[in-house]
C-alpha cells in the first residue's frame, strides 16, 4: 500500500513513517505544509492520505480543508485525518460526502499501533473510520431514539460507528459474528434504518442518522 | 526681562491673531465655494501655529509646559479634516482666546511695555535734550522749559518711579496675562477627561488584544511542543510494545527514544510554566526573578536595585509585578537576539507610586519602537497599567530602554491577605 502523509511537526512525521513501514505500507511522500500537501493530494499513485488538520502557514485547519476539497474532485478519495482534539463540526464536513473512505482519529490513537495500521488500511479499502470520542459524543446526542435499544445494542452501535467490521466487533465483545449480525438487525429495525449487507455503507448510514 | 521681551511681541503681534480668527471665520461662509475649504483649513492650522508659539511663551513664564488641547486627527480625506477642525471645542478656543488676547493681552502687555520704555526715555532724556535741537525735546509735560541737558536729569526721580515699577509689578502682570492664556489655550477639564476616556479605551482594547495573543501563544506552544511530544511518546511506546517479541533491540532503541522524548517534553513543560508566571516571581516577588533571569541569561548582566526594602522583598501587585517581570524578560531576550551586547545592566528603583526600571546594553544599537513589534507589544502591555516604555538606541547603541510602570507597594497586610501557599 502506498501512503501520503501530511505532518508538520518532524516528530511525528518521522514516527508514523516509521510505524506504517514497519507493516509494509510505504509512504511515498511526506509533506509539512497545506501547498505541498494540495499539490501533493493530486498524485494518482496514493492509496491513502494521512493528513493532520493543523497545518502551516496558518496553523488552523488547512490539513482538513485541503482534504475535503482533495475529496470534492476526486470523491471517494481516501483520506484519514488526525488531530490532537476532535471537533464534531470537522466530523460533520468529513461525512458529508457520504462517500466512504474517509477517516478521523485522535492522535493518540496511534499509541495502538495495531488498531490505528487497521484504520489505515480500511480507509484505504473504501471505509469509514470515526474516533470513539466523536462517536460517544453522537450517541449523547441521541439520547431519545436509542433509549429502545439495549445496553448490547447499544454497544454495538457505538463500535460500528467508530467503522469496525462485524468480525472486529465480534472478537472485541467476545460474541460470534452471527449474534453481531443479529444485534445489527435489531438496531436498524428500531432505527428505522433500511438494512444493507456492505459494511461500509451500514457505517454511513448509522453516522448519517446520528448525525441527522 | 523676559516677562518685558514677551511684552513687547505680544503688543506687536497680539493683532495677527484677531486677524486669522477673523479670516478663518470668514471662510466658513465660502465653504460652499471650492476655495472655502483649503482657505478655511489654512487659516486655523496658521491660528494654531500662532496659538502654539503662545503655548511656548506662556509655558515660559509660568515655569511649566502647557498640554496642547488639540484631539488627534484620524484619517480621511478633506471634508474628515474639515470635520475634524469644526468639531474640536479648541478651534473655537484658540479664536475667542485671539479676542480676548488682541484687547486684555494688549492692555496688559502695553502697560508692561510703557513702563519699560518710560523708564528708558526719562533715563536718557538729558541726552535727548543735548542732541536735539531747542523747542523738540525741552518742555516735557508742557509745563516747565529746560534750557541746559544738565537740567534732564531732573527726570530722573520719574524714570526711577517708573523703573522701580516696572521692575516691581512687570513679571506680576506678565503672570496674569500668562495666567488669562493659559485658560484659554489648555484643554478644558472636560477635554481633559475625554482624552483620558479615548486613551483608556485604547488601552483596553490593547489590553484584550495582547492577551488573547497570550493564550493563542500558549496554545500553539502546548500544540506544537508538549502535546506533540507526548503523542510522538505514545507512538514509540505503541510500537515497542508490538516488537518486544519480534525484535527486542529495535524496542529497546524505541524505549530510550521515548525516554529522550519525555524528558524534551517536561523541559518544554517548564518553560511554557515558567513564560506564564514563573515560580520564583510568585515566591520571592520581581527583584529576586530578575536576579534569576540575570543568572540564567547567557551574558553578564547587572542588576541593581533601590527602594525595595530589606532584602528586596518588598512586593508589588501581582499584575504589576508580572509586567514588569515580563517587561524585563523581553528586553533581555531581545538583547540576546539583536545587539550583539557584552553586558547588560538593569536599573529598578521603587519610589512610592512608581517603579522605574532601565535595561540598558552595550550592543550595536539601531532598536525602533515603531519598527519591531516587540517593543510595541512590550508598551501595549504596559498601557494597561498606564505604564509607559521609551527607548534611545542611536545607531552603534548603547541601547536603553526605560520604563515607568505606576503603582504602590503592597503593605505587610494585604501581602498577607493576597500572599499564596
Known sequence: MRALIAEDHALLREGLIRLLDSYDIEVVEAVADEPSLVRALRREDIDVAIVDVRLPPTGTDEGLRAAVQARQQRPGLPVLVLSQYVEQLYARELLASEQGGVGYLLKDRVSNVKQFVDAVQQVAEGGTVMDPEVVAHLLRRHDGPLAGLTPREREVLEHMATGRSNAAIAASMFVTEKAVGKHIANIFAKLGLAQSDDDNRRVLAVLAYLQG | ?421
Open chain 2, 1 to 421: 526681562m523676559t516677562a518685558t521681551a514677551t511684552a513687547f511681541v505680544v503688543l506687536l503681534v497680539a493683532w495677527a491673531g484677531v486677524v486669522l480668527a477673523a479670516l478663518s471665520t470668514a471662510a466658513l461662509t465660502t465653504v460652499v465655494l471650492w476655495f472655502g475649504i483649503p482657505w478655511f483649513v489654512a487659516m486655523t492650522v496658521a491660528l494654531r501655529w500662532y496659538a502654539d508659539q503662545h503655548r511656548q511663551a506662556t509655558g515660559r513664564l509660568l515655569g511649566r509646559e502647557l498640554v496642547r488641547p488639540y484631539r488627534a486627527f484620524g484619517s480621511g480625506g478633506r471634508f474628515a479634516r474639515i470635520r475634524w477642525l469644526l468639531t474640536d471645542p479648541a478651534t473655537w478656543r484658540d479664536m475667542l482666546w485671539a479676542l480676548v488676547n488682541c484687547v486684555a493681552g494688549t492692555a496688559i502687555a502695553g502697560l508692561v511695555a510703557s513702563l519699560f520704555a518710560g523708564t528708558v526715555y526719562y533715563a536718557v532724556y538729558p541726552l535727548l535734550l543735548a542732541v536735539t535741537p531747542p523747542g523738540v525735546f525741552d518742555r516735557p509735560f508742557a509745563l516747565v522749559t529746560l534750557h541746559h541737558p544738565a537740567q534732564g536729569a531732573l527726570l530722573w526721580p520719574v524714570a526711577g518711579l517708573l523703573g522701580w515699577l516696572w521692575w516691581r509689578y512687570a513679571p506680576e502682570l506678565m503672570r496674569i496675562w500668562a495666567i488669562m492664556s493659559a485658560a484659554f489655550l489648555e484643554p478644558t477639564s472636560a477635554a481633559v477627561l475625554q482624552g483620558r476616556v479615548a486613551a483608556l479605551a485604547a488601552s483596553r482594547a490593547d489590553t484584550v488584544d495582547s492577551a488573547a495573543a497570550e493564550i493563542r501563544r500558549i496554545e500553539r506552544d502546548l500544540h506544537d511542543g508538549a502535546q506533540a511530544r507526548l503523542v510522538a511518546l505514545s507512538m514509540n511506546l505503541g510500537l515497542a510494545d508490538e516488537m518486544v517479541e519480534r525484535n527486542p533491540a529495535k524496542a529497546r532503541e524505541l524505549l530510550a527514544e521515548a525516554r529522550a522524548t519525555t524528558s524534551t517534553a517536561l523541559t518544554e513543560l517548564r518553560d511554557l510554566v515558567r513564560g506564564i508566571h514563573p515560580p520564583v516571581l510568585a515566591d520571592r516577588g520581581l527583584v529576586h526573578a530578575v536576579r534569576a533571569l540575570a543568572v540564567d541569561a547567557p551574558l553578564p548582566v547587572g542588576v541593581h536595585t533601590s527602594g525595595f526594602g530589606e532584602h528586596e522583598l518588598t512586593r508589588l501587585p501581582e499584575p504589576v509585578e508580572a509586567c514588569a517581570y515580563f517587561v524585563v524578560s523581553e528586553a533581555l531576550a531581545n538583547v540576546g537576539k539583536h545587539a550583539r551586547a557584552n553586558r547588560v545592566e538593569i536599573r529598578m528603583v521603587l519610589e512610592p507610586t512608581r517603579l522605574l526600571a532601565s535595561i540598558g546594553d552595550d550592543g550595536r544599537g539601531g532598536a525602533d519602537a515603531g519598527a519591531g513589534t516587540g517593543l510595541r507589544g512590550l508598551q501595549r502591555r504596559l498601557a494597561a497599567f498606564d505604564g509607559t516604555l521609551s527607548v534611545t538606541s542611536p545607531a552603534g547603541g548603547p541601547t536603553i530602554l526605560t520604563m515607568e510602570l505606576p503603582c504602590a507597594p503592597l503593605s505587610p497586610k494585604t501581602m498577607r491577605s493576597s500572599a499564596r501557599d
